[in-house]
């Protein structure tokens, strides 16, 4: 080989790594990582990690970090803290309805009106992420879940119990199970958001009785201190205190205490949102079957039905740099593939709110005890959070002391009204 041929034969092997270089280079540059924030716990983290392997599947060039935060009050602190100084993550999962307004959402959010995917949503959800403006903020991230009592099943054969559908009811049911040597009612107070399900999950008890209540307590003029049936809740709340029916670690156990009790049957009754459906699947998978789930009873059997919950969202912060990216991960949530990814992570949990979802065949009891309320003639509504922008922030605080026995069930109810009219203040409604 002469001089000359080799000298051409180096310039082009030359030629050839600096273009490959070049390319490696651009392709490097298209590489982008985003950050992921959701709650803690074993089922969000599940969901979130199965979402995130599905997508990076389709998507090789974008990956995604998950970042955990607290849930409850705490957890509400951080996502505003961190929206308002602009070090919120990528993408993030929040509540939808009132807690989502509390956010500013118009000002810290992506308009996703436009967005093709928002096609396929189902209407019912994108009124709980819609801006002031008028403008929808967020994707559905989850099932609708419904708010009520899941119970173990293995114990109520075993002690001849059926579904309550009274409160007299479930606390005749209580007292033999106490009797019995057992647990009757599981609270997990080391976790203080899962204290408020008495009183949340009543609303539908409230809104049959009193189809106006919502509009007049957004108005200013119904309260839950001077209403008979808003005052349930916090009623109930305290009868199952008082009545002995708590486990004794009721003021320490954690919410992931609280589905391995229901589910190992070393509780009867485990007040929850239907998410924990999920958990249970990902904790004690060989117990799914013996968990089955109730609405809260009210005080009238012809009246019975769930109080439902909208899904969280899925968010994207003005913040982000890299907002073509996040709203790919957005879209694919909100999408068949996206639904399907959830189910494989801890099975259907509810009612996905994605035009073309669907349910495997095997659900759950606790699911399968759900959907005969979503059925023709069945008989559900949205919980307050979702018909008014007002939910006072210390509830759960509120509740812990009552179900604690260290306040009484009417003057908890006026604390937590004093905690509105401030949070409706600050919201800038009329009449407060």
């Not at 967005?115 to 209407?123: N, V, Y």
């Amino acid at each position: 080989m002469t001089k000359t041929n080799r000298r051409a034969l180096l310039g082009g092997l030359a030629a050839g790594l600096m273009a490959l270089t070049a390319l490696s280079g651009a392709a490097y540059a298209q590489s982008v990582t985003l950050s992921y924030l959701i709650p803690s716990g074993a089922d969000g983290v599940a969901v979130a990690e199965e979402l995130v392997k599905a997508f990076e599947a389709k998507n090789p060039d974008i990956k995604i970090e998950i970042e955990t935060r607290p849930g409850g009050s705490e957890g509400d602190n951080l996502v505003k803290t961190r929206l308002a100084t602009g070090s919120m993550a990528d993408i993030f999962r929040y509540n939808s309805g009132s807690l989502f307004q509390a956010i500013n959402p118009a000002q810290f959010l992506v308009d996703l009106s436009n967005e093709p995917w928002e096609a396929d949503i189902q209407p019912s959800f994108k009124q709980v992420v819609t801006a002031p403006d008028g403008t929808i903020r967020g994707a559905p991230m989850g099932a609708a879940m419904g708010g009520g009592i899941y119970y173990n099943k293995k114990i109520y054969e075993e002690l001849g119990l059926s579904v309550p559908k009274t409160w007299d009811e479930f606390m005749a049911n209580n007292e033999k199970i106490k009797a019995a040597g057992k647990v009757p009612v599981i609270q997990t107070y080391g976790d203080t958001w899962t204290s408020q399900l008495f009183v949340l999950a009543d609303y539908y008890n409230v809104a049959a009785k009193d189809q106006s209540f919502a509009n007049r307590y957004t108005a200013g003029e119904a309260k839950f201190a001077t209403d008979p049936n808003a005052l349930r809740g916090f009623e109930k709340l305290q009868a199952a205190h008082d009545a002995g029916f708590f486990n004794e670690d009721f003021g320490a156990a954690k919410y992931d205490d609280g589905i391995r009790m229901v589910a190992n049957g070393d509780g009867a009754h485990y007040p929850m949102l239907t998410f924990a459906t999920t958990a249970i699947a990902q904790t004690v998978p060989d117990k799914l079957a013996d968990v089955g789930f109730f609405a809260q009873p009210g005080d009238d059997a012809t009246l019975n039905g769930l109080t439902v919950w909208m899904p969280d969202g899925i968010y994207i912060p003005q913040t982000t740099a890299n907002l073509d990216a996040a709203k790919k991960f957005v879209a694919f949530v909100a999408s068949v593939e996206g639904c399907e990814a959830q189910t494989r992570a801890g099975g259907a949990s509810g009612p996905y709110l994605v035009n073309g979802c669907t349910l495997p065949a095997d659900i759950p009891p606790a699911v399968s005890d759900m959907l005969p309320y979503f059925a023709e003639g069945g008989q559900n509504g949205p919980a307050l959070e979702f018909l008014s922008p007002i939910k006072g922030p210390a509830l759960e605080q509120i509740t812990v002391e009552v179900g604690s026995g260290i306040r009484p069930a009417a003057d908890g109810a006026a604390l937590y009204d004093e905690d509105v009219r401030k949070q409706a203040q600050q919201l800038g409604l009329p009449g407060w």
